[in-house]
C-alpha cells in the first residue's frame, strides 16, 4: 500500500506546489495560504488522482468565479467584508482540510464513510462559495436567512435565488466528481448522498452565519461589519453571536456536517 501511495504523494505534491505557488504569484493565496493549499493538495493526492482532480475543480472554480465582476462585488460588500481577497491559510483549511484528511483515510482503509464525507465536505465548500460569489456578482438581493429581511450583500446567513441556485449546481457538480472518483460503475446512490450532504452543509453554514457566527459592530457609522477595522477607518467591536465563531471556523463545521449528512443519506 505504501508503494502505491508515496509516489501518489511525490506527483500531487509537485502539481499541487506548482498551482499553490502561480496561485500566490497572481495574490490569490497570501504565503500562509499557499503553504496550506500545498498540504491539502498532497494530501488529496494520497486518496488518487481523481481526488486532487476534484480538489482542482473546487479550487480553479473559486477563483474563477471569485475574480469574476470582483470589483462590483468588492463595491457591494465594501462595508462588511475585508478588501483582500486572497485567500490565507485558515480559508484554506477550513474549506479543503476535511477533504484532504478524508482521502488518507480513504487510501489507507478504502473505507465508503470516509469518501463520502470528504467529497460531502468537498460539496459543501463548493456549493457555499458558489453560491457567494455568483451570488454578489449577479447583483442578487439577499435576505437573512433568520428573519427574512433584506441584508447588505456578502452578510452572512444571508440567502438570495441566484446564490441557492448556484449552490444546488455546484453541490451537484462535486456530486459528479464524486462519484467519477470513488465508484465503478456509476453509483446514483452515492452521487445523491455526496449532492444532500453539499446541500445540507451550505444551509447550515448559513444557519450559522445567520445565528452565532461573531458580527462586530462600528460605533461611527452604525453598521454591521466583519472587518476589525471599519471603512472609516475606524475599530468596529464584537457586539453578536460568539466571539470565537468566525467566518472560518462555521466553514469548518458546515463542511464537516455537510460530509456527516452525506454518510447518514447512504446508509440504508
Known sequence: MLLDII??????????????????????LTLGGEYAAFGVGTAAAVGGVAWLLSLAVFFYSSVLFTRWRAGDKRHRSRSILP??????????????????LAAIVWALTGSWQAGLFGFGALATATADTWATELGMALKASPRSIRTWQRVVPGTSGAVSTHG????????????????????????IPRLEAVFVGGIAGALA?????????????CEECGEWTERRVHTCGYRSH???????MTNDVVNLLATAIGGLTAIFAWLP
Do not use: E, I
Not at 509516489?7 to 490569490?28: D, E, F, I, S, Y
Not at 478588501?83 to 484532504?100: I, K, M, S
Not at 441556485?165 to 460503475?185: D, E, I, K, R
Not at 464584537?238 to 470565537?244: E, N, P, S, V, Y
Open 7 to 28: 509516489p501518489r504523494m511525490l506527483v500531487g505534491g509537485t502539481l499541487a506546489g506548482v498551482a499553490a505557488g502561480h496561485a500566490a504569484r497572481k495574490r490569490q
Open 83 to 100: 478588501d483582500t481577497r486572497a485567500r490565507d491559510a485558515w480559508q484554506v483549511l477550513a474549506n479543503g482540510g476535511l477533504f484532504a
Open 164 to 187: 441557492t441556485a448556484a449552490a444546488v449546481v455546484g453541490a451537484f457538480v462535486m456530486a459528479l466528481c464524486a462519484v467519477a472518483s470513488f465508484t465503478v460503475p456509476f453509483d
Open 205 to 217: 453554514d448559513s444557519l450559522l452565519g445567520a445565528t452565532v457566527q461573531s458580527v462586530r459592530w
Open 238 to 244: 464584537h457586539r453578536k453571536g460568539l466571539r470565537w
